[in-house]
């Protein structure tokens, strides 16, 4: 970051949001009224609209000792973009909210807008709207993702079928590592703030945490096979939660082979270095905003031509519960640890 620093105060509020917008061109034909009214107007043509917001508190969901602005700007939009197409739709506007204390300055707060920014235009979201605070400490962010879907194309959580597979996206337990990584090596630094950080080699499990993707490709995927889900959600908290959420509001059970869970090769070595299992933090661990979805049997062949999509189970009847079956092949309960059990 630059040595200069401009005080927030030297803008206004009017000054601000405006030196903080005006870089933002509209990328959407739905959007008709933007920045600078008393509200947003968007248009969806006879499409639906999803919605979905999320709240990011410093201290409680990022650690501004080890995130860059940029970083966790481009993040905050990232994980409502991710919701938007856990519903199988397309995120199209976006709001964001900040309450910022005078610990920030203009220069800090442009830093994170540029993050923004570069999000809006990879994913193609216009940023119509927010909302400006000060605040007595640390850094709010609020921010609020609109998508559109034809009509009652949507998927939800609660209709996966008995004998549908289950598939997730990517790879699982990154984020969780990266996150272990950056808080031991914070620690680290706090008791000697001598020794420089050691993250060589770790810039997978670093960047799953500090800028994580939507999968965006998934969902055009399935657009271009004709493939529609029966149910569909983010990993946002660990794979079992999620799974749990899915049998839960589908009145099903499951049964997820250890074996074909999704763990990269990066993230296996720094789980063995933390002495942590893989499996374990792929199930537990949060914040890889994956998608993980069920389909319908017939499907299998088309997701097979995807190399970035696991099948790792199947939905099962209720009687029969949501099991693990372990490479030993043992049956274990799944259970909703999620992430807040780790910290
Ligand atoms: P109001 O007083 O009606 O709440 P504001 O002065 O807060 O209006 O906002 C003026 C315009 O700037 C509105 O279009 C609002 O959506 C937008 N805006 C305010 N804060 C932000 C922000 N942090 N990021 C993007 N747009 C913002
Ligand atoms: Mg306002």
Redesign the pocket.
Known sequence: MSELRTEISSLG??GL?DH??KNFEIQNASTIVS????A?VIDHFGKQTVITTDLLLEGVHFDLMYTPLKHLGYKSVIVNLSDIYAMNATPTHI????GISNRFSLEALNEFYEGIHIACEKYGVD?I????SAAQKGFVISVTAIGEIAPDKYVKRSTAGSGDLICVSGDLGGAFLGLTLLEREKKIWLESPDVQPDLEGEKYITGKLLKPEARKDIIEFFEKNNITPTSMMDVSDGLSSELLHICKQSNLGCRLYEEKIPVAEDSRNAAFKFGLDPTACALSGGEDYELVFTLKQEDYDKVTLNEDISVIGYMADIEEGCKLISKGGNLFDITAQGWNAFQ
């Open positions: 509020e009017f949001i903080l917008t920045v600078g009214d008393d947003a709001t964001v909210s900040i940023l709207g927010g909302d400006t």
